[in-house]
Structure formats: C-alpha cells, structure tokens
C-alpha cells in the first residue's frame, strides 16, 4: 500500500539558514511525487512536483528512488517560508495521497 | 473569476441532524474531491469523482455520501451527523488535459458536532 511519511511535525530555523523538509514514501509502482504548501489564512496550494524539476521561491526537491524520497530544500530561508508543507504522492489510480505536514518556522 | 468554492466555512451543530458541505467550481474541471483532516494528520481522500454521474469512495472509509449531477457542484452530505465527524473536510478539483496532477482547494468547512 502506499503511504508518505514525513517525521517532522514542526521545524524551526533561523532566516538565512538553509532549510529541509523530510519526506518518505511507499509504492510499489511508478512514483509522482508533490509538495503543497499552506501559508497562514490561505488555501493549500501547489509549490512544486518532482516531473518538473524546478526551482520555486528558491525551494527544490529531488526525487531519490532508492531511498524512496523526496526531500524539500532551500539554501538560505525568508520568513515568509514560515508554513504547512505536505508531500504527496500520486499513484496510478490518480489519487493524491498526502503526508501528515511538517510546520516550518523561520525565525527572525 | 475561476474558483472553487465552499460553504460554510464554518458550521456547528448537534447530534443526529442532516447536513450539506457544498462545494462548486468555476474552473471547467472534470475530476472533483472531498478530503477530510483531523488536527495535526494526514489528508484523507474520502470521496472522489471523475465526471458527471461518476462517483467513488476514498481510502478513508466515511460516512458521508456525495453525488455529482452538475460538472461544476459535488456536494457532501451527512444524514446523522455525530461527533466523530467533526473535521475539516476539504474540497478539490483537478483538470483532465493535461494531467499535471495539481489540485486546485478550497478554502475548507470546519465542522464541529456538539
């Protein structure tokens, strides 16, 4: 069965500093691999997916089959990256299925 | 403007009353979602449905029903609603070509059953 792990409930770094978020996951088949993103007081959005491979608001993320994740990266955080970020997973039915969320905290 | 909208926001109420999560978009797209999130957990798909007449149920088994008679409106119902119900249930919908995957939400309905 599928399923996407993020073990960090919240994360706290100094702006500037570089910044990652975990995520893991589990599939059998052919992975495509998301991270939305909630800002405070606004919707879940996208910010990027792995086919694309591309650089959005300074954020990256790799996908790494043999270790089955898909970490999300930024060299130096702003403190309007504080927010709810979620890795998805969508599988061959076209589902998404979504992580439980990591709470990113910049401090000043 | 192209959106996707649902009401209410927020809404509380008692044990064993019916109630609608309505949800529409303006944005033309076929595919259309219910997902429900309790505090600090994962999204859940509960329901989902690829067009007109078409639906289906999520990997979170759930209570609630849905139907799908307009493109733009997928309504989500509870004939008895209890306290394990209470969440926030999230609307979604997805264009079909071509098939980025994104989901397009809704700002959410906070439900509470005292």
């Known amino acids: 069965a599928q399923r996407v792990t993020q073990p960090e409930k919240l994360l706290s770094v100094f702006k500037g500093a570089p910044v990652e978020l975990k995520c893991n996951y589990s599939?059998?088949?052919?992975?495509?691999l998301f991270w939305y993103v909630q800002y405070s007081r606004q919707r879940l959005q996208l910010l990027l997916r792995h086919i694309s491979r591309e650089s959005i608001k300074g954020f990256t993320a790799d996908l790494n089959k043999g270790e089955t994740s898909f970490h999300l990266k930024k060299p130096f955080a702003q403190e309007e990256d504080s927010a709810m970020y979620y890795c998805?997973?969508?599988?061959?039915?076209?589902?998404?299925?979504f992580g439980t969320g990591t709470r990113l905290t910049v401090i000043p | 403007e192209a959106d996707i909208y649902q009401t209410p926001r927020y809404l509380v109420i008692g044990t064993g009353k019916k109630i609608t999560l309505e949800c529409s978009q303006t944005m033309g797209h076929d595919k259309m979602y219910w997902y429900q999130q309790d505090p600090g957990m994962e999204l859940h798909l509960i329901h989902y449905?690829?067009?007109?007449?078409?639906?289906e149920k999520g990997d979170l088994s759930s209570e609630s029903t849905v139907s799908r008679i307009r493109t733009e409106h997928f309504p989500l119902t509870l004939e008895s609603a209890r306290p394990s119900h209470t969440s926030q249930y999230l609307c979604?919908?997805?264009?079909?070509?071509?098939?980025?995957?994104?989901?397009?939400f809704g700002e959410g309905s906070r439900l509470t059953v005292l």
């Open positions: 998805a997973l969508r599988t061959g039915a076209n589902n998404l299925f």
């Open positions: 979604a919908s997805s264009g079909s070509a071509p098939n980025t995957g994104e989901l397009f």
């Open positions: 599939y059998s088949g052919s992975p495509e």
């Open positions: 449905s690829y067009g007109v007449n078409s639906t």
